[in-house]
T-cell receptor, first 112, second 112 residues
Framework: NAGVTQTPKFQVLKTGQSMTLQCAQD?????MYWYRQDPGMGLRLIYY???????DKGEVPNGYNVSRLNKREFSLRLESAAPSQTSVYFC???????????FGPGTRLTVT | QKEVEQNSGPLSVPEGAIASLNCTYS??????FFWYRQYSGKSPELIMS????GDKEDGRFTAQLNKASQYVSLLIRDSQPSDSATYLC????????????FGRGTQLTVWP
């Protein structure tokens, strides 16, 4: 039982490049989330998916797109990376009954 | 006004002492409350959930909730150097299904 997994762990991009961050969970949770964490800013919600086939914007969605591929997988795409997107990205999934969220190990992204 | 506010810290306590971490929230309709621990360079780890007024104890950790005062706290008894981390308070407001609002965290250092 791996919980929430994320790939890659680290990534360096040049401005304008694109990439997709992958997330998968094996806890049979319906809801999944993408956050970014920056020093002094705390965790900020980018996008979330309440169930397979649905996605909604969070607090800071600009510059990102998401895909809920199936119940297990939720990906985050940066179409044209900018230095302001340098951050640590966390994926989380949520237990429906308790609203407890469980986080993946994170992706550390640097955009130069 | 920010939805969730924590005492900014940093908080420093000696080994064996009680560490007290505080959090206030703005939405009176909030229903679920969580404490996460985050070690430097790691992802947030859920340590306590609380849903009703009063105290909830789990080992050396006690969460306290007072909905009338819109206040939730975390007490760590017999603090250990391994407790040194940033503690995040998170609140589910109930009106937006499953969405957690995070405070910016309080950094705790426990010195031997």
């Amino acid at each position: 039982n791996a919980g929430v997994t994320q790939t890659p762990k680290f990534q360096v991009l040049k401005t304008g490049q694109s990439m997709t961050l992958q997330c998968a969970q094996d806890m049979n949770h319906n809801s999944m989330y993408w956050y970014r964490q920056d020093p002094g800013m705390g965790l900020r919600l980018i996008y979330y998916s309440a169930s397979e086939g649905t996605t909604d914007k969070g607090e800071v969605p600009n510059g990102y797109n998401v895909s809920r591929l199936n119940k297990r997988e939720f990906s985050l795409r940066l179409e044209s990376a900018a230095p302001s997107q340098t951050s640590v990205y966390f994926c989380a999934s949520e237990d429906k009954g308790s609203y407890e969220q469980y986080f993946g190990p994170g992706t550390r992204l640097t955009v130069t | 006004q920010k939805e969730v506010e924590q005492n900014s810290g940093p908080l420093s306590v000696p080994e064996g002492a009680i560490a007290s971490l505080n959090c206030t929230y703005s939405d009176r309709g909030s229903q679920s409350f969580f404490w996460y621990r985050q070690y430097s360079g790691k992802s947030p780890e859920l340590i306590m959930s609380i849903y009703s007024n009063g105290d909830k104890e789990d080992g050396r950790f006690t969460a306290q909730l007072n909905k009338a005062s819109q206040y939730v706290s975390l007490l760590i008894r017999d603090s250990q150097p391994s407790d040194s981390a940033t503690y995040l308070c998170a609140v589910n407001r109930g009106s937006t299904l499953g969405r957690l609002y995070f405070g910016r965290g309080t950094q705790l250092t426990v010195w031997p």
